[in-house]
């Protein structure tokens, strides 16, 4: 793609040598002062050799091609700044000079200037000027008293790197902005610019050149981020962002928090792109924006939310006391007509304001703000309710519980909905005789989580039914039913059939108790049996554990128990055909781990969480599962999870929520320090083994059979060596990494592992928080140290050892106390 050129190392004698012959040598400096001019193929490198000025071209088709004289990083090749984007040389002759009054002048073969940095701002007389690369990529032109009289940071391009900022000054009316390439190979001025809009309360946006309708108003800034760009600004633990706004200056820049080298382009089509580099070396996407269609400038007109529907596509309606302007529904465009009060506004006499939460802010550019910040919300309602033409209100600032006031007039657009970010705004409102109820929908969102698993029994619980009506009658007998088990009962001959009298070819492996066979009832119905074997001794409580415990158990990312059979020798439990086996046949194998994207992965985890979540808090019974890991956990055919297994679980009643064993039962790798050495085992215990299993998913490595060349650190050991070197973004499988585009939320998920395997349970949180810090965008925790993170830790019971299957490390171990 880029033509390179060839290089020489920067050696003055050899420059001195053949200044005079014909043959041209390439240098790299590191500085250039009013003696040397940088000729094409010549380079200016910054002092960590990241950053590297000169001229380069794209691999195209004209002769002579374009070349450009630009600023890129090195490794991997990426330009993040171009000189003469619009006036590009035709050939090898061009060259750069600095002149002894400190101006820079691209010159062509022929001595015209194509570019001059005095054109950016009124240069002055400099003292001995020189021209260098900072190691922010930052190219400088300062003289010997450190007066910059110009820098590249003051002319971007299409790509902002950390330090760099977007703004205006209001004194010298310079602005910061980026404006898009032409085309991925041609870096002249493109059709899309971002920008400060300054008009009102400042606020991000992407436009289109010629197409006024359409842009992307990345938003105001609440404190935090930008209120319509959750991916660009939100607080996480990659980067800090800062906003500052003053009579002279407002301005936005961003810094990785960590080692991380980062920028953020604006492309020919439009998009944002953040960028990341990979200990590779590779440029990564880590997350674009606008990202839907409900991102796109008022797609539903005035006092309407879009929202984006299970298919994918953006919806429009109106706010709750609000009714379309014109028919029932309208379609999606640019300039719709929106909705109007249900009940007009009446001037203040009768009006109410109410609280809409967790919007994006409405377009600012009709608005007032109080710029000292200093406002509260009731100053803000009374100041907005004294002016009949003010329809809105809100804080301008969401930190610290919220201050300073911002006032709409006119109609509110550009609004949306969203789940975990947004903030309140508070709306006119005509008064109306019946009650109107504010959403409170803060509250609704952590409720919602909660309630989510609770409509999902209340589902199973008729598809159970079903179940049982479709069997009643026929093999299924109600029996256990009756000793209050309430599980069908289903005839040995049948599973005979089913199974093909336990025919080998279906044996599918041995689980907790005894053998699995796969087996097909006369309806189709594929189920998986699993038998506690008749000669055995063993596993019969803990077979009389699981009918007992999962019989009472419905959730999507439980395994479904539909049935069993004690009649026979053999007891047997029926469940659902899990058509994908379980998760370690995935994560840990090279070929198969290819198929689970991170897309796939998340919602494992989500659903792991779900049903954790189910266990500990939500079902009626309180269970703590004491054996999650990745081979208990089972997929479906779409890739979905459910824990099995619950041999081991234990269930509590009331509030009790922990105890104490004798019997130490689990899974090394997965068991929290408390329960293998004392025994004590808690729901924290489960949401241990939940951060193990969450950092097996991300690394694809199991904890205990972890090994590394540089240590004999466990998977554990290995993560939180990384995350406190602050290299968390080496966690994560390669491959991930290359085909994401969401590593902010890998790097989440890891910080949020870490979280659950902390050494003290009461520090780990519970799985109620587990799944809303996956839910949200909330700054969380530091973790502290994790418990067993080195492998010697782990206490030698192999003598105790009863393994409970043959592929499993399963154990069940007797303590002598
Ligand atoms: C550029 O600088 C070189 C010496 O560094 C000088 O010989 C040449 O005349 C300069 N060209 C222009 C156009 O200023
Ligand atoms: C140069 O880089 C250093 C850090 O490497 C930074 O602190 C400084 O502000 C930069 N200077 C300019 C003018 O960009
Ligand atoms: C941003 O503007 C403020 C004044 O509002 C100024 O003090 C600050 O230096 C500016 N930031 C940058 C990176 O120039
Ligand atoms: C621009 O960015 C979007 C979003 O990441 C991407 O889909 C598209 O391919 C990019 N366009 C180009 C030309 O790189
Ligand atoms: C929406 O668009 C569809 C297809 O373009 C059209 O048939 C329908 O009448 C439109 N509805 C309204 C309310 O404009
Ligand atoms: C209400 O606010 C608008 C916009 O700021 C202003 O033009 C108008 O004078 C105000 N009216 C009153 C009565 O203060």
Redesign the pocket.
């Known amino acids: 793609m880029l033509q390179s050129m060839e290089k020489i190392p920067s050696l003055f004698w050899v420059s001195l040598f053949l200044l005079s012959s014909s043959f041209s040598v390439s240098l790299d400096y590191s500085v250039i002062t009013p003696r040397e001019s940088l000729k094409d193929g010549d380079t200016l490198s910054s002092s960590d050799n990241v950053f590297q000025l000169g001229f380069f071209s794209f691999d195209q088709e004209e002769q002579p091609q374009h070349r450009f004289l630009g600023l890129w990083y090195k490794q991997p090749f990426a330009v993040v700044w171009v000189a003469n984007r619009n006036n590009p040389l035709y050939g090898t002759s061009g060259f750069l000079n600095l002149s002894s009054r400190g101006d820079l002048k691209l010159f062509d073969g022929e001595h015209r200037a194509l570019w001059s940095s005095s054109s950016s701002k009124a240069s002055k007389t400099a003292k001995n000027p020189y021209l260098k690369i900072n190691c922010t990529g930052n190219l400088l032109l300062s003289d010997e008293d450190e007066v910059l009289s110009w820098q590249s940071f003051d002319d971007p391009m299409n790509t902002i790197l950390a330090g760099m900022k977007l703004g205006k000054n209001f004194k010298t009316q310079k602005e910061w902005s980026l404006t898009s390439w032409k085309t991925m190979k041609d870096p002249s001025t493109g059709e899309f610019t971002l920008s400060l809009d300054t008009r009102g309360f400042p606020q991000l946006i992407l436009k289109k050149k010629g197409d006024p309708s359409y842009s992307y108003r990345l938003g105001s800034w609440n404190g935090l981020s930008f209120t319509g760009a959750p991916a660009m600004g939100r607080e996480n633990s990659l980067f800090d962002y800062k906003f500052t706004s003053s009579e002279q200056e407002v301005n936005y820049s961003w810094t990785p928090r960590r080692q991380l080298v980062s920028r953020l382009v604006l492309n020919n089509t439009g998009k944002l792109q953040r960028f990341i580099q990979s200990k590779q070396h590779q440029w990564i996407l880590a997350n674009t924006a606008p990202e839907d269609e409900c991102d796109y400038y008022s797609i539903c007109g005035a006092y309407a939310v879009c929202g984006i529907n299970s298919k994918n596509t953006a919806s429009c309606s109106c706010l709750q006391g609000f009714k379309p302007k014109s028919g029932r529904q309208w379609n999606i465009s640019r300039g719709a007509d929106g909705c109007v009060h249900e009940t007009p506004t009446n001037c203040g006499k009768k009006d109410i304001f109410v609280r809409f939460p967790g919007m994006k802010l409405p377009d600012t550019s ?1 608005s ?1 703000y109080d710029s000292r910040n200093k406002m509260t919300l009731e100053d803000c309602r009374i100041k907005c309710s ?5 329809t809105a209100y809100a804080n301008t600032d969401i930190r610290e519980g919220g201050k300073g006031c911002l ?1 709409w ?1 006119g109609d509110l657009v550009d609004m949306r909905e969203y789940s975990s970010f947004g903030q309140d705004v508070y709306i006119r409102m005509g008064f109306a005789k019946k009650e109107f109820k504010g959403r409170e929908k803060v509250g609704m969102v952590v409720g919602s989580v909660m309630s989510i698993a609770v409509v999902l029994v209340a589902v199973f619980a008729c598809c159970r039914k079903r179940i049982l009506k479709r069997y009643r009658g026929e093999n299924w007998r109600k029996g256990i039913e009756e000793e209050e088990l309430d599980l069908p009962i289903l005839d040995i001959k049948m599973i005979s059939i089913a199974t093909d009298d336990f025919s080998h070819v279906n044996f599918l492996g041995r689980g907790g108790f005894g053998p699995v066979y796969k087996g097909r009832l006369e309806d189709g119905q594929e189920i998986a049996v699993k038998t506690l074997s008749a000669c055995s001794g063993q596993g019969v409580e803990e077979f009389k554990n699981e009918v007992k415990l999962i019989a009472k158990l419905q959730h999507r990312n439980l395994v479904r128990l539909l049935g069993c059979c004690i009649q026979c020798e053999e007891r047997m439990l029926i469940y659902e055909y899990m058509p994908n086996k379980s998760l370690d046949f995935f994560i840990f194998d090279e070929r198969r781990s290819k198929e689970l994207d991170w897309e796939k992965r998340m919602n494992i985890i989500n659903g792991i969480a779900r049903g954790l979540l189910y266990l500990h808090q939500d079902s009626r019974l309180r269970i703590i599962h004491r054996d999650l890991k990745a081979g208990n956990v089972l997929l479906d055919a779409d890739m979905n999870p459910k824990i099995s297994d619950f041999g081991l679980a234990k269930s509590f009643g009331g509030d009790q929520s922990e105890s104490s064993t004798k019997r130490v039962v689990g899974t090394y790798g997965y068991m929290p320090p408390e329960y293998a050495i004392d025994g004590h085992f808690s729901v924290k215990s489960d949401v241990f083994s939940f951060g193990v299993l969450v950092l097996e998913i991300i690394t694809g490595k199991t904890n205990r059979g972890f090994h590394h060349a540089d240590h004999d650190l466990n998977l554990l050991g290995h993560v939180w060596k990384l995350w406190i070197e602050d290299r968390e973004i080496e966690v994560p499988e390669e491959n991930l990494l290359k085909e994401t585009c969401n590593v902010s939320e890998i790097l989440r998920c890891i910080h949020v592992a870490l979280l659950c395997v902390q050494q003290k349970p009461e520090d780990r949180p519970n799985m109620a928080s587990v799944v809303l810090m996956f839910g949200s965008d909330g700054s969380l925790p530091h973790p502290k140290q994790p418990g067993f993170f080195t492998n010697r830790n782990v206490p030698d019971v192999s003598s105790s050892l009863s393994l409970r299957s043959v592929n499993e490390v399963s154990i069940t171990m007797l303590q002598g106390r």
């Open positions: 009709w007032w004294s002016n009949c033409s003010c006032l007039f």
